[in-house]
Structures are given as C-alpha cells and as structure tokens.
C-alpha cells in the first residue's frame, strides 16, 4: 500500500510526464523537418508511456503545465530545439531528487527515470538542426567582433576624444571586419571537410550578420552618451552582457561548462581592451593628437 505522501510525489513525477509529452508533441507537430519530426514524436510517445506507468498508482488523470509547454515550445521555436530540450531537461536535476524519494516505497521508479534520462539524451544527440550545426560560425562572428571592436574602441576613446568620430571609425572597422570575416569563414568552411552539412555561403552569412549586430551594439553607446568614458563604460557592460547571454545559450545547448567558458571569454575581452586603452594614450601622447 503506497502512503498519501508517495501518492501526491507520484503525482508531481506524473505532471512532469504529461507537460513534457506536450512539448514534444507539439514541437513535432511544428517541424518541418522529417528526422527531427520522427525524433521528437518518439520522445512525446515515451513521456506520455511514463505518465500512464504513474498513473498506475496515482489513479488520477493529471493535466499538464500549460504555462511551461508554451515557454518551452516558445524558446525551441525562437532559440533552437536543442537549447529548448535541453534547458527543459536541466530540470531533470529536480526530478531525479522526486525519484529517488518515490524510489524507497516504489524500485521502479529509478529505473523508469534512468531509462528516460538514457533514452532521451540518445534522441535528442539525433536531433538534425541548422542552428546548432552553424553555432560554430555564430561563435566565430561575436568572438571576433566583442574582442576586436573591444579592444579598439577602447584605444580610440583615449586616442580621438570625440564621440561621433570614435562611432563612425569603429563602425567603419567593424563593417569591413565583418566581411573579412565572412570571407574568411567562407573558404574555410569550402575547404573544410564539414562542407557536407554547412553550406559555406549560409556560414559566411551567419558569421558576417553576428559580427556586425555585435559590433553595433557595441558602438551603440558613443551615439547617445556625451561622456566618452561612460560610453565605454556601457561598452564593457554590453560586451559583458553579449558574452553572458551567449555563453548561457552555448552551455545549455552544447553542455558545455557556463562557469568556466564565460570568465575565459570576459577575461581575454577585458584584457585586450585594457591594453587598447593603453596603447591608444601612448598615440595620443606620441603623435599630439587634439580632436
């Protein structure tokens, strides 16, 4: 005989089950594509088998999240399915607690929540999807722009002491940078033996239009503040903000580790311009430059 607080436990595990059968489902439902449509509709399948395992000793019928179904088919749809997955699978980390209380009165239910874990992480390793396969150009693009648009922002705030000039340069820089960068990410993904899943001119394109939204967020400040060092004050931040959000996405999407990855990227950031800022005070210094 199962007690009335396994049962309500029992009960949350079944909600879980139903809520993310809906999400799969309904992203399913949304694909285009017929590999991932076969994918997500084997793990919606394998959530709602678990809801009915619960249901068994529950003897409710349980309706779901509606609230996280939307969010999370949302943040699939807009930001990629696997970053939509599995930021819904870090959730998993809860769970796995819920388990292991049911677990006591009830030995299935490890072994229903090692079967799903193994069985999901193999489908979703299957997902085929074009926002994953050229995160990489995605990288190269904001990598390139926050470290260079960074570091040369910073020395032409000391160096020419006027904003306007300093917008216009780094958006000169920045928009023949971006279609070096382009270029470059172009003949490497030609040459590379990857060119059978990127297509190198959608690779260059994505490399190009990150470089250049990166650095325009970057310059952003110099046009609206009259303060040159508050500028680049808000620069910094919104290099730092840049490098928050992506590092987020790329943690979550690629299970890579958050912690270590961002403090490397705003370390190299910050030190390149610290340096630029210096170097750009010795030209000022050297050539007397009065803007």
């Given at each position: 005989m199962i007690d009335t607080k396994i049962k309500c436990l029992i009960t949350q595990a079944q909600k879980n089950e139903i809520t993310e059968h809906f999400?799969?489902?309904?992203?399913?439902?949304?694909?285009?594509?017929?590999?991932?449509?076969?994918?997500?509709?084997?793990?919606?399948?394998?959530?709602?088998?678990?809801y009915q395992f619960w249901q068994k000793y529950s003897d409710k019928q349980i309706t779901p999240n509606w609230f996280k179904v939307w969010r999370y088919f949302l943040m699939a749809?807009?930001?990629?399915?696997?970053?939509?997955i599995r930021l819904m699978e870090q959730g998993e980390k809860q769970a796995?607690?819920?388990?292991?209380?049911?677990?006591?009165?009830?030995?299935?239910?490890?072994?229903?929540?090692?079967?799903?874990?193994?069985?999901?992480?193999?489908?979703?390793?299957?997902?085929?999807?074009?926002?994953?396969?050229y995160v990489s150009s995605i990288v190269l693009g904001i990598n390139d722009a926050l470290v260079e648009l960074t570091g040369a922002l910073a020395g032409l705030t000391l160096a020419l002491q006027n904003a306007k000039i300093i917008a216009v340069s780094g958006l000169i820089t920045g928009i023949a940078a971006s279609f070096s960068m382009a270029a470059s990410e172009y003949l490497s993904t030609k040459a590379s033996e990857e060119i059978k899943e990127k297509?190198?001119?959608?690779?260059?394109?994505?490399?190009?239009?990150?470089?250049?939204?990166?650095?325009?967020?970057?310059?952003?400040?110099?046009?609206v503040l009259p303060n040159l060092y508050l500028a680049l004050a808000l620069t910094i931040t919104n290099a730092i903000l840049v490098i928050l959000l992506f590092t987020?996405?790329?943690?979550?999407?690629?299970?890579?580790?958050?912690?270590?990855?961002?403090?490397e990227m705003t370390a190299i950031s910050l030190s390149i311009a610290a340096l630029s800022f210096g170097?750009?005070?010795?030209?000022?210094?050297?050539?007397?430059?009065?803007i």
């Amino acid at each position: 005989m199962i007690d009335t607080k396994i049962k309500c436990l029992i009960t949350q595990a079944q909600k879980n089950e139903i809520t993310e059968h809906f999400v799969y489902e309904k992203l399913a439902t949304a694909t285009k594509d017929k590999k991932n449509f076969e994918v997500l509709h084997q793990i919606a399948h394998d959530e709602l088998n678990h809801y009915q395992f619960w249901q068994k000793y529950s003897d409710k019928q349980i309706t779901p999240n509606w609230f996280k179904v939307w969010r999370y088919f949302l943040m699939a749809k807009i930001l990629g399915l696997t970053f939509g997955i599995r930021l819904m699978e870090q959730g998993e980390k809860q769970a796995q607690k819920l388990y292991q209380r049911i677990a006591r009165d009830l030995p299935e239910a490890m072994a229903i929540h090692e079967d799903e874990d193994r069985h999901e992480q193999q489908l979703i390793h299957l997902i085929n999807e074009e926002k994953l396969r050229y995160v990489s150009s995605i990288v190269l693009g904001i990598n390139d722009a926050l470290v260079e648009l960074t570091g040369a922002l910073a020395g032409l705030t000391l160096a020419l002491q006027n904003a306007k000039i300093i917008a216009v340069s780094g958006l000169i820089t920045g928009i023949a940078a971006s279609f070096s960068m382009a270029a470059s990410e172009y003949l490497s993904t030609k040459a590379s033996e990857e060119i059978k899943e990127k297509n190198p001119l959608r690779a260059a394109i994505y490399t190009g239009v990150a470089y250049i939204l990166t650095v325009l967020f970057l310059i952003f400040p110099y046009l609206v503040l009259p303060n040159l060092y508050l500028a680049l004050a808000l620069t910094i931040t919104n290099a730092i903000l840049v490098i928050l959000l992506f590092t987020f996405y790329i943690s979550v999407a690629k299970n890579v580790n958050f912690k270590k990855r961002f403090a490397e990227m705003t370390a190299i950031s910050l030190s390149i311009a610290a340096l630029s800022f210096g170097f750009g005070f010795l030209i000022r210094v050297l050539f007397g430059l009065k803007i």
